[in-house]
Nanobody, 125 residues
């Protein structure tokens, strides 16, 4: 049974930073694609970033490039999302997800088999 647990969310002022963590159990992160998604109030869930830890390849939403960085630690079986220069429009519940069959990072939600419960990020103006 694969379980993903996000942490690190909170309330921050615009321009601030947060680092989200996603700890995985029941799977080896180096063998799958890990993604971060977010869902703002009244909006559909959207792709933020993804990483293939075996190749170090990443993919990101255009609006977060230069501000967010996805990374992983194979030894800790944990994926991170470092978020800098946060904006009020980044306010959302952030979810991590795992695609155990993938090899290349991608934004296709239906291909991610496992999801965490989410962590709330609120950016005040």
């Amino acid at each position: 049974q694969v379980q993903l647990a996000e942490s690190g969310g909170g309330v921050v002022q615009a321009g601030g930073s947060l680092r989200l963590s996603c700890a995985a159990s029941g799977c080896t992160l180096s063998r799958c694609v890990m993604g971060w998604f977010r869902q703002a109030p009244g909006k559909e869930r959207e792709f933020v970033a993804a990483i293939s830890l075996i190749g170090g390849i990443t993919s990101q939403l255009d609006s977060v490039k230069g501000r967010f960085t996805i990374s992983g630690d194979n030894a800790k079986n944990t994926v991170y999302l470092q978020m800098n220069s946060l904006k009020p429009e980044d306010t959302a519940i952030y979810y991590c997800a795992a695609d155990l069959r993938g090899a290349v990072p991608h934004p296709i939600q239906s291909r991610y088999e496992y999801w965490g419960q989410g962590t709330q990020v609120t950016v005040s103006s």
